[in-house]
């Protein structure tokens, strides 16, 4: 119900009962007319159910987030984000202005600001939580509409095209090299930890929380549980969880190799946890990344780091790891299930499954990166290699692989072999002619059977009477 009064010669007010039972009213109208249309479009607005007391938006926005952040129903990583945006952005602009005070152009003016000072998803965020609490209060019926809402084609070009930064990942080299730095910044654990990492694809939490109990290395898999599977961290503490998503909760096989290593590591190790600190302790991920992480991958004079693959974050060893299945071609199905991942096509998700023979490749495939990347990052033989004698011709013997490797000094010591030749007079047969003097194998072309003669029996033969001239030449 509402009615009009008039208040001066030329003032008139509308009043109206609010929801709780008590009357408001409106001023400023400066005939009759006007307060009588508006009271009757607010009888009507009234039967609609879209009606909205102009008086619910004098809440100011520092006493509407107190009320609004309560009801947020979300990680506790997550409101604590959020609580940081309200404490540090939203509410020193806006904390005394109510909320039908804010305009859209107001909004526009504080988001170019914002926009000078902080990243892009910085603003996002701040601007994604300030519009979630003005949509609460559309649906409370304290403000028509969200002064928020970004308007289409508004603002630069280039702050709505999508961005065409890559992320960065790793190839199975990288990898390693960044694993050994990170060994020699944070000890044996950290560098297993980044090699798990990118050979299975895990996220953070998954590896920072995985306890003994979920590693089956005789069956060569490890398990990410639905219910604690996830280490989750705050400002003030860290807690076992469920994953991100239910599609997280899954078996993930080893390659051969890395059951190896995380047997030896296990072996050396007591705990809980396969993943600590050097002191045992569980990881933090700000810690981590602050103290070994970035060091390994960016590079560190100070702490004797070099830069491997600048700019590359723990998450991205997962798409690394994406990357590679891709290379080798594994089905899309195959990924999203090692990975935890959802298909964007439900149909193909459901009718699709992981045939038997396309585990056994991917791990021959993800050990094969394994030893091809050993491979590459082995050093040079920088040592100086002496050319092999060029092959002597038809009539010649070739040379033994023995006699290739004799050294310089025992070249000098024990002459070059050389065939035996007849003496003047004397017919030697075929078989001796081969014989090398200092050899105990007899050398024979392609045609001949081999013979083996040793030394002593050449010498015997030498002394037979008549065979003076062979001793001689022995």
Same mark, same amino acid.
């Not at 004098?58 to 952040?69: G, L």
């Not at 909320?99 to 701040?126: E, F, H, M, N, Q």
């Not at 999203?336 to 298909?343: I, P, S, V």
């Not at 024979?444 to 001689?472: F, S, V, W, Y």
């Given at each position: ?263 030896? *590591?296990?072996?050396? +190790?007591?705990? &809980?946890?396969?993943? /600590?600190?050097? $002191?045992?302790? =569980?990881?933090? #991920? ?109 009539? *010649?013997?070739?040379? +033994?692989?023995? &006699?290739?490797?004799? /050294?310089?000094? $025992?070249?000098? =010591?024990?002459? #070059? ?58």
């Amino acid at each position: 119900m509402a009615w009009i009064e008039q208040t001066g010669q030329h003032a008139w007010r509308v009043r109206y009962q609010r929801d709780t039972g008590r009357y408001g009213s409106i001023s400023g109208f400066s005939n009759k007319k006007a307060a009588t249309d508006y009271a009757n479009d607010l009888e009507s607005d009234r039967r609609r159910g879209s009606w909205i007391d102009p008086a619910a938006g004098n809440i100011t926005t520092s006493a509407w987030s107190v009320v609004w952040v309560e009801t947020v129903d979300v990680e506790t990583r997550t409101e604590e984000n959020y609580r940081a945006y309200l404490r540090n952005h939203i509410l020193p602009r806006w904390g005394y202005t109510t909320l039908g005070d804010i305009t859209a152009l107001d909004v526009t003016t504080w988001r170019k600001d914002l926009r000078k000072r902080y990243a892009a998803s910085t603003v996002a965020g701040i601007l994604t939580v300030f519009s979630m609490m003005l949509d609460d209060a559309v649906d409370q019926r304290l403000i028509p509409t969200n002064p928020v809402h970004r308007r289409r084609r508004r603002g630069r070009r280039r702050d709505h095209a999508p961005s065409r930064l890559e992320k960065v990942f790793a190839m199975p080299e990288h990898v390693i090299q960044i694993a050994d730095q990170a060994t020699m910044l944070g000890g044996p654990s950290a560098g297993l930890l980044v090699i798990t990492a990118a050979w299975t694809g895990c996220r953070w939490g998954e590896l920072a929380g995985l306890q003994r109990d979920h590693i089956h290395l005789d069956r060569g898999t490890i398990i990410i549980d639905p219910e604690i599977g996830a280490l989750h961290e705050s400002a003030h503490e860290l807690w076992l969880g469920p994953p991100k998503t239910p599609a997280s909760a899954r078996t993930i096989p080893l390659p051969p190799f890395l059951i190896e290593l995380l047997r030896e *590591h296990l072996a050396a +190790t007591t705990g &809980t946890f396969v993943f /600590t600190s050097p $002191l045992g302790c =569980r990881l933090r #991920r700000s810690t981590f990344d602050r103290r070994v992480f970035r060091p390994a991958v960016d590079g560190n004079t100070r702490k004797g780091a070099q830069p491997v693959r600048p700019g590359l974050t723990f998450h991205g060893l997962r798409h690394s790891h994406k990357t590679w299945l891709i290379a080798d071609k594994i089905p899309e199905i195959a990924q999203a299930r090692r990975l935890g991942h959802h298909l964007s096509n439900r149909l193909a998700e459901v009718y699709s499954h992981v045939a038997p023979e396309i585990e056994p490749e991917l791990l021959k495939n993800l050990e094969r990166r394994w030893y091809y990347a050993h491979q590459t990052r082995r050093p040079k033989d920088s040592r100086p290699r002496r050319t092999p004698p060029a092959p002597r011709s038809a009539p *010649h013997a070739p040379h +033994t692989a023995a &006699t290739l490797r004799t /050294t310089d000094k $025992l070249r000098h =010591r024990y002459p #070059r072999p050389q065939h035996i030749k007849p003496h003047r007079g004397e017919m030697i047969t075929n078989r001796e002619a081969r014989i090398l003097p200092n050899s105990s194998v007899s050398v024979h072309t392609r045609d001949q059977r081999p013979h083996r003669t040793t030394l002593i029996e050449l010498m015997r033969k030498a002394l037979r009477p008549g065979k003076n001239a062979t001793i001689e030449r022995l």
